[in-house]
């Protein structure tokens, strides 16, 4: 799965709902999650500086659904800084993203609220794929594990909205919020840093979390 797709099973209640604790920062935390899918598939580049530009480096489809339309999306705003596009609604993957667990037969479609209204409830038909997820990261997070650039990318991404702690609790035992951000750190730390790849998904992460700090209202940016 893409580390997008593996975020938003981890977003995810049991009803089928994002948690209410960190819908505020789903935005952020998926379009950063597909940028860095974009890079890690060298679709994209993150250039230098505190907030650098992303550039498309190669237009040619990846053949994952979720992917092809994040860079067909991205297409128009080549060039942007990171900052603003991690803000932008119009470059949310919901939709895509959805979509594929559903046709992987991970999601089911359900009911929408009361009345009809309100967002289509998702909730998993399949819960092996999460079941192994979770337990990935809890070995990479308890060292029993080697981390992929993947793994990282999703810790981080997780810390980066304060949602590692409230939707890993399971997974790290007594381990406290604190600790836990610490351990991220230092597993995110010890990765190597020198290669363009790895200083890219740092940036984006970055620039997810500064987004996450920003007000709400920031999250409409067209």
Known sequence: MLIVEELHLLLLRPDGRVESSVSTNRLFGEVAAVIVDLVLHHRVTVGEGKNP?????????????????????????????????????????????????????????????????????????????????????????????????????????????????????????????GQLKKRIEQLTEASPTGDAVSRAITMVISAAMMAAMTPVFVATIT
Request: charged share 20%; net charge negative; hydrophobic share 45%.
């Open 53 to 177: 530009a992303i550039t498309i480096v190669s237009a040619e489809p990846t053949g994952h659904p979720v992917l092809d339309a994040a860079l067909a999306r991205l297409a128009p705003v080549n060039g942007k800084r990171l900052q603003s596009l991690v803000m932008r609604s119009k470059l949310d993957p919901l939709d895509e993203v959805v979509e594929s667990l559903v046709t992987q037969g991970i999601l089911a479609r359900g009911e929408r609220g009361f009345f009809g209204w309100g967002a289509e409830r998702t909730p998993e038909s399949d819960p092996g794929p999460e079941t192994l997820l979770r337990s990935r990261l809890a070995a990479v997070i308890a060292g029993t594990l080697a981390p992929t650039q993947a793994d990282l990318a999703l810790l981080a991404i997780l810390q980066g909205m304060n949602a590692a702690h409230p939707l890993l609790r399971d997974e790290v035992g007594p381990t406290s919020s």
